[in-house]
């Protein structure tokens, strides 16, 4: 009985939320609101989108060094809205700091799968890029991008702190490009080269 009233309680706020909803909507789309509130809490979501940015908190080899001072207080790189966090669920961007093994192909992609979008991806350092110093070796892929669609390059080894806070900067420019387009959809998109411009 408890589970019947709890049912009919659901589909009925379920069917008031609907009439409102539409309702609401046709009000909305023949006053032409509907169109100006898209543009600007498209707008409004992109510019808070970009202030706050979210890496993930991953460091694989040398690299993760220079990520971690951009994140002290030397170079600070909260003060410019990237904070670290430690799960792939609450992160937009992923920074790769170092070479990818093959056998740590598959757990990467599932914490980029584990990302919400929309989400970008950093290739921080030679490694990243290319393999670096392993480029072309049995076990190490040349590139991330051979896994994972990549928006951003900061070349060097290692790039400095402040590489990566322009690095970052170039993501922003980006976001504020191309909207919050989901990466799957991004094919098109020439990535960013940091110190190619
Ligand atoms: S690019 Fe250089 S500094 Fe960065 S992880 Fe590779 S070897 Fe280390």
Request: glycine share 10%; net charge neutral.
């Amino acid at each position: 009985m408890a589970d019947e009233t709890q049912s009919y309680a659901v589909f009925n706020s379920q069917a008031l939320i609907d009439t409102v909803g539409d309702s609401a909507s046709a009000g909305l789309e023949a006053s032409r609101l509907k169109k100006f509130i898209s543009v600007l809490g498209g707008r409004f979501f992109n510019w808070g989108q970009r202030k706050s940015l979210f890496p993930l908190h991953l460091g694989i080899k040398c690299c993760a060094l220079e990520m971690a001072a951009a994140g002290g207080s030397r170079f600070d790189a909260e003060r410019f809205g990237v904070f670290f966090r430690s799960s792939p669920r609450q992160c937009d961007v992923m920074l790769v700091n170092g070479p990818i093994s093959k056998k740590f192909a598959d757990p990467i992609v599932r914490l980029w799968e584990q990302m919400p979008e929309p989400k970008w991806c950093i290739a921080m350092g030679e490694c990243a890029i290319s393999g670096g110093p392993y480029y072309q070796s049995y076990n190490i892929l040349e590139g991330v991008d051979t896994i994972i669609p990549v928006d951003v390059y900061i070349p060097g080894c290692p790039p400095r702190p402040e590489a990566l806070i322009d690095g970052f900067q170039h993501l922003r420019k980006k976001i504020m490009r191309i909207g919050t387009t989901p990466s799957t959809v991004r094919d098109d998109d020439a990535p960013i080269i940091v110190g190619d411009q």
